[in-house]
């Protein structure tokens, strides 16, 4: 079992950066892609970010130039720091995790933070 937790959400004013922090523990070493997704009210949950264990990343266009994922291995934790935050980017943010590469549908990630609220408004 791997366990995700995330934090580092809040409230920012557009035009603001936030950094979001994904801790993982547990069988961390069955893991390899570790996503960003996020969730607004009344909306479909979409995928923000990915990066593999060996750095690979893919960004959702929405984000690109904005947001960047990293990793630290060593301290088996994921970040998403994000500037230029607009409106549009209020949202349950979460993180996820699986043991296949980017890519794969949303399905095989078996493990799953609980979020992290963003808002950003003036």
């Known amino acids: 079992q791997v366990q995700l937790v995330e934090s580092g959400g809040g409230l920012v004013q557009p035009g603001g950066s936030l950094r979001l922090s994904c801790a993982a523990s547990?069988?961390?070493?069955?893991?390899?892609?570790m996503n960003w997704y996020r969730q607004a009210p009344g909306k479909e949950r979409e995928l923000v970010a990915g990066?593999?264990?060996?750095?690979?990343?893919s960004y959702a266009d929405s984000v690109k130039g904005r947001f960047t994922i990293s990793r630290d291995n060593a301290d088996n934790t994921v970040y998403l720091q994000m500037n230029s935050l607009k409106p549009e980017d209020t949202a349950a943010y979460y993180c996820?995790?699986?043991?296949?590469?980017?890519?794969?549908?949303?399905?095989?990630?078996?493990?799953w933070g609980q979020g992290t609220q963003v808002t950003v408004s003036s």
């Open positions: 990066i593999t264990s060996g750095g690979s990343t």
């Open positions: 996820a995790a699986t043991s296949y590469g980017l890519g794969v549908q949303e399905t095989l990630y078996d493990y």
């Open positions: 547990g069988s961390i070493f069955s893991i390899n892609a």
